[in-house]
């Protein structure tokens, strides 16, 4: 069993930045591929990146590539979710998200994870 546990969510405004860290328990983190999610108010939940166990491989969904990045520390069992430039559309709970898999694959990306953090709330203000 994994638990996460994120942090770093708040109010910034547009332009701004903020940093997610999702903390993991277990001693086999880098054997798990790790994702962000986030679910705005009425809206589905949808996938903003992920990174292989290693960190070596990355992905992001188009509306945040350029202006976040996904990073991990295997020794500290944490990831995080550099977010950059931020818009008043990136509100939204931001979900961490884990699976254990060597690479980052298609029902990972749909939200097919196994583990999943209780989210921490992102607001952007205009």
């Known amino acids: 069993q994994v638990q996460l546990v994120e942090s770093g969510g708040g109010l910034v405004q547009a332009g701004g930045s903020l940093r997610l860290s999702c903390a993991a328990s277990?001693?086999?983190?880098?054997?798990?591929?790790m994702g962000w999610f986030r679910q705005a108010p009425g809206k589905e939940r949808e996938f903003v990146a992920a990174s292989s166990g290693s960190g070596g491989n990355t992905y992001f969904a188009d509306s945040v590539r350029g202006r976040f990045t996904i990073s991990r520390d295997n020794a500290k069992n944490t990831v995080y979710l550099q977010m950059n430039s931020l818009k008043p559309e990136d509100t939204a709970v931001y979900y961490c998200a884990a699976d254990q898999a060597l690479y980052i694959f298609h029902g990972f990306v749909q939200g097919e994870a196994d583990y999943w953090g209780q989210g921490t709330q992102v607001t952007v203000s205009s």
């Open positions: 277990g001693r086999t983190f880098s054997t798990y591929i």
